[in-house]
Each structure stands twice: as C-alpha cells, then as structure tokens.
C-alpha cells in the first residue's frame, strides 16, 4: 500500500484509555481506529450513519472479513493519520484498503484491509450496491476494480 493512493485521510490521537500494560495502544484498538476512518470516509459524500445503523442515503454494511498488519507500534499522545480507500466492489461487497502513518515521523504503523457486504434493511440478507453509491466511488477514487456487475 502506498499513501499516495489515498485521497482521504482522518487524524485521531492516541488516548490514555487506549494504551495497554506494554504502554502501546492495544492491538484491538487498531480496528476501531480503521473502523472510524470507514465511517469518515462515508461522511465526505455528506451521509451520516444513523443510530439503526443505516447511513443516510439508505446503505446498511456489516464487516464480514478484516485483515490487520502491524508494523510500528503507537503510542500514547502520538497523532496518527488513518489513511481509507475502497480498493474494490462486487455485486454487493466492497473491500476497503486502511494505512495508519504517525503523523510526527511518518512511519507506518499499521496496514490493513476491510470487506463490508450491503444488507436489505428488512431483511438483512445481502443486496446489490446501487449505482449512486458506485458512481460516487468510481468518481472519488483513481484506482478502482469493478470486480462484478
């Protein structure tokens, strides 16, 4: 992953809430982290994600798979930069591609993927992305696969 892949970028600094008894954040916190750059990510198309858990424009995604690669630990105080792209998107999941960055050094602390599946409200059963959220997408990012249709 290369961070000039990515055109959107979200900071956060690391709590005290955060560290563990090795002084480092906690290894779980690492996907809150990515789950929060997700969520920004949605924001910049102006959708908000709604206490159903719906965002606004009526797209309900679940994580089905994420994948985690850790490479310098962040410690407390640090401001990291957690870096999101959607690399790809099938019928109806798409993967985002994460980097976390210190913001001080730039070294990369954590890399890491997440594949989200669009659900029926009703129903919760797997549905076709509509095109709006595809086209926006496809208009946002440089380099995306359009793996089924």
Request: charged share 25%; aromatic share 12%.
């Amino acid at each position: 992953m290369n961070i000039s892949d990515f055109k959107h970028s979200y900071q956060v600094r690391a709590r005290q809430y955060e560290v563990d008894s090795q002084g480092i954040v906690h290894n779980a916190v690492y996907l809150e982290y990515f789950e929060t750059g997700r969520i920004e990510y949605r924001r910049q198309f102006g959708y908000v994600l709604q206490p159903n858990g719906i965002f606004t424009d009526g797209l309900k995604v679940v994580v089905v798979n994420n994948t985690i690669n850790y490479h310098v630990p962040i410690i407390l105080d640090d401001v990291v930069n957690i870096y999101t792209r959607i690399a790809w998107i099938k019928n109806s999941s798409f993967c985002f591609h994460q980097l976390i960055e210190n913001d001080k050094n730039k070294e990369v602390n954590c890399t890491g993927s997440g594949i989200l599946v669009n659900l029926n409200p009703s129903n919760n059963t797997p549905e076709k992305l509509n095109e709006k959220f595809i086209n926006e997408i496809k208009s946002f990012e440089k380099n995306i696969e359009i793996l089924k249709r």
